[in-house]
């Protein structure tokens, strides 16, 4: 079965993002790298407490050249874009898997074979770029390399305590996320009306605990 592999915090841009977690968590960042095929690049923070677990932060990569199609997380949405320009958001979140084959949805849209550096994986992207169930169904990752990336990052004290997902229809979510085992992974709750759909996630830091949305 699926297990949750990472969030993904987007921003404007990669300084910004960085700076506006750090300073909201207590805690550095360490390095990531760049993702050539979709024009992106990262950051990244390990989460204790569970196995394989961390946090990106990602942005659109300004020395990067426009992907051929639209860049995943909705970051080339004008509505995204919008969103992001006020502040940096918890946008996403990806599940690890050990056969994409097996587990990806109709709304997974295509696999993509990707790479950072040493890294490896396959990935499932919509056409549109626009990361499914308003971001709340996760995205699935497939490692093709032995080793984890959380693995090589420093244990900075930030654990996820808990991941929340309100959605103006949460039953509509409900029966994917128990297809891929992680039905107790995300404890979903309904929008009041014409609020629109928002992932939420709590984690233990050294400087208590953290909203991030």
Same mark, same amino acid.
């Given at each position: 079965?699926? $297990?949750?592999?990472?969030?993904?915090?987007?921003?404007?841009?990669?300084?910004?993002?960085?700076?506006?977690?750090?300073?909201?968590?207590?805690?550095?960042?360490?390095?990531?790298?760049?993702?050539?095929?979709?024009?992106?690049?990262?950051?990244?923070?390990?989460?204790?407490?569970?196995?394989?677990?961390?946090?990106?932060?990602?942005?659109? @990569?300004?020395?990067? $050249?426009?992907?051929?199609?639209?860049?995943?997380?909705?970051?080339?949405?004008?509505?995204?874009?919008?969103?992001?320009?006020?502040?940096?958001?918890?946008?996403?979140?990806?599940?690890?898997?050990?056969?994409?084959?097996?587990?990806?949805?109709?709304?997974?849209? @295509?696999?993509?074979?990707?790479?950072?550096?040493?890294?490896?994986?396959?990935?499932?992207?919509?056409?549109?770029?626009?990361?499914?169930?308003?971001?709340?169904?996760?995205?699935?990752?497939?490692?093709?390399?032995?080793?984890?990336?959380?693995?090589?990052?420093?244990?900075?004290?930030?654990?996820?305590?808990?991941?929340?997902?309100?959605?103006?229809?949460?039953?509509?979510? $409900?029966?994917?996320?128990?297809?891929?085992?992680?039905?107790?992974?995300?404890?979903?709750?309904?929008?009041?009306?014409?609020?629109?759909?928002?992932?939420?996630?709590?984690?233990?830091?050294?400087?208590?605990?953290?909203?991030?949305?």
């Amino acid at each position: 079965m699926a $297990a949750i592999d990472h969030l993904v915090v987007a921003a404007r841009d990669l300084d910004t993002g960085a700076r506006w977690l750090e300073e909201r968590l207590g805690v550095p960042l360490a390095p990531g790298g760049v993702h050539v095929a979709m024009g992106t690049h990262n950051r990244l923070l390990k989460l204790a407490g569970r196995p394989d677990l961390y946090l990106e932060v990602i942005a659109i @990569d300004p020395a990067g $050249a426009p992907p051929a199609r639209p860049r995943w997380f909705g970051l080339d949405d004008p509505a995204q874009q919008a969103r992001l320009a006020a502040r940096p958001h918890l946008v996403h979140w990806v599940a690890r898997s050990d056969n994409l084959a097996r587990d990806a949805l109709p709304a997974h849209g @295509d696999t993509l074979a990707m790479a950072r550096g040493a890294y490896r994986w396959r990935i499932t992207v919509p056409a549109d770029g626009q990361a499914p169930g308003a971001g709340l169904l996760p995205t699935l990752i497939q490692w093709d390399v032995p080793d984890h990336p959380a693995r090589h990052l420093p244990d900075a004290g930030c654990a996820l305590m808990k991941l929340e997902g309100f959605h103006p229809a949460p039953a509509s979510l $409900a029966d994917d996320l128990e297809k891929l085992g992680l039905a107790r992974e995300l404890a979903l709750f309904p929008t009041e009306s014409g609020e629109p759909a928002q992932l939420v996630a709590y984690l233990k830091t050294p400087l208590g605990l953290v909203e991030l949305d």
